[in-house]
């Protein structure tokens, strides 16, 4: 008996397989952030063209994460968040694949974060039909790809039928448009244009694909810099891409009001899912938001568990964000913009 207990006692504080989200710290990205040096910096930073003051919060969200690679987690601990119905307790192969290192998931959480901040910029400067350029390019082939043999990796993807690629959104049209028959796909290797016939393959999601990964890069017309440490993964580039129109644009999109949000975003616009969005919503709320924008795709998490007094909107697109704020700043009820239902 006393060997049981002494066995069990030491259970307790055994790290345990478990990861654990609970609501983080907001920030606002029309708003400063404070340096290295003490001093406050703007956490959207505009060079080369004319930005303007604005007023009101546009907060990104983030979320605690607790256990998991390069940290251990004692079940005591696990037990408390259980207990606590603002956290959510997960195992941790869920979150991590196997064999993640913390270094791992440090680089990843840096990266994301850096292509989400690019995606942000573009995203801002289609939505005010600001030109820039925008330059697909194969990162990898898909094993079995449909283009194995016509592309390789490094190859830049030019145009598809004859219709230039100024953006994913092109290439993705294209290919819907084809239904699957062969499409011409010029692209350049080594700085020489050349084109192929490739026939699109359709996806589990019924979408049209060559089966490859793309890599994106832009050349911007000005300089956008956003100042934000410690914080990673993509899932704050919609409130960027908020932040950033309102610096560019005279009238103030907040109309002075405290909103909150988070999702993910393309080059295109689109908003997409992202994770511990009950723990953010918590957060919005602690830190004194009105409004918050939740991303379409994360609606049956929002069901249930929006706290008291916040009220969310779904949105799917930057633009649809974008005319959400609008409307919420002039007086607009929320329960009279799109909304999360059940089923």
Not at 66 to 82: D, H, I, K, T, Y
Not at 246 to 257: N, S
Not at 264 to 270: P, V
Not at 322 to 337: E, K
Request: hydrophobic share 40%; charged share 20%.
């Amino acid at each position: 008996a006393a060997l049981t207990l002494g066995l069990g006692a030491a259970a307790l504080f055994l790290p345990a397989p478990y990861v654990v989200e609970s609501p983080g710290p907001t920030f606002n990205t029309v708003g400063t952030v404070k340096n290295d040096s003490g001093s406050e910096t703007p956490l959207i930073e505009i060079e080369g063209r004319t930005s303007y003051p604005t007023d009101g919060e546009l907060d990104l969200t983030t979320v605690y994460v607790a256990g998991g690679p390069g940290s251990n987690m004692g079940f005591l601990e696990a037990v408390g968040a259980w207990l606590d119905p603002q956290d959510a307790v997960v195992p941790e192969e869920f979150v991590y694949p196997r064999g993640t290192t913390g270094e791992d998931v440090d680089e990843q959480n840096a990266a994301a974060m850096t292509s989400s901040q690019e995606a942000a910029v573009a995203a801002a400067l289609r939505e005010l039909e600001i030109p820039f350029t925008e330059e697909l390019s194969v990162a990898e082939l898909v094993e079995d790809s449909p283009a194995a043999g016509s592309l390789q990796a490094g190859d830049v993807l030019v145009r598809v039928d004859g219709t230039d690629i100024d953006g994913i959104d092109t290439l993705r049209t294209q290919l819907q448009d084809s239904g699957g028959e062969p499409v011409e796909v010029g692209f350049r290797r080594d700085g020489v244009e050349q084109s192929a016939s490739i026939t699109p393959e359709q996806g589990e999601n019924g979408n049209y694909q060559l089966g490859i990964f793309l890599a994106t890069s832009f050349e911007f017309p000005f300089d956008v810099t956003i100042a934000l440490d410690n914080v990673g993964g993509p899932s704050a580039g919609m409130m960027f891409a908020l932040g950033i129109v309102d610096r560019l644009t005279p009238e103030q999109l907040t109309g002075g009001k405290h909103f909150a949000g988070t999702g993910t975003i393309d080059s295109a616009g689109n908003v997409g899912a992202i994770g511990g969005i009950q723990q953010k919503m918590v957060g919005a709320s602690d830190a004194g938001a009105q409004f918050f924008l939740a991303p379409a795709d994360n609606c049956g998490e929002v069901v249930g568990n929006i706290p008291d007094g916040l009220g969310v909107v779904r949105v799917a697109t930057l633009d649809e964000a974008r005319s959400a704020v609008q409307a919420l700043a002039s007086g607009t009820n929320p329960s009279d913009l799109p909304q999360c239902t059940a089923g």
